[in-house]
């Protein structure tokens, strides 16, 4: 069985900050790409950053420059680096991670709130 747990989620004010982290844990967990995804109220789940195994990054438009997504391998984990939060970025936030032998799975999802 496979999790996916994450952490880091809030109320923070506009222009601030948060740290979100998601670990992999189960048994032969081989990843492949990991990211984040996000759903505001009334929208569709939409991509906010991947991260490839070997480090390369994608970002989603409205975020870049603003988040930064990092992994560490060792201990199956990927990061979401939320830097000058807007309030339009309130939304559930999830995990997503692309596992070798077992598909794609999703974390529990962790609230955002972001005021203005």
């Known amino acids: 069985q496979v999790q996916l747990v994450e952490s880091g989620g809030g109320l923070v004010q506009a222009g601030g900050s948060l740290r979100l982290s998601c670990a992999a844990s189960g048994s032969d967990i081989s990843i492949r790409h990991m990211g984040w995804y996000r759903q505001a109220p009334g929208k569709q789940r939409e991509l906010v950053a991947v991260?490839?195994?070997?480090?390369?990054?994608n970002y989603a438009d409205a975020v870049k420059g603003r988040f930064t997504i990092s992994r560490d391998n060792a201990k199956n984990t990927v990061y979401l680096q939320m830097n000058s939060l807007k309030p339009e970025d309130t939304a559930v936030y999830y995990c997503n991670a692309n596992l070798v032998h077992w598909g794609v799975y999703w974390g529990q999802g962790t609230q955002v709130t972001v005021s203005s």
């Open positions: 991260i490839t195994t070997g480090g390369s990054t």
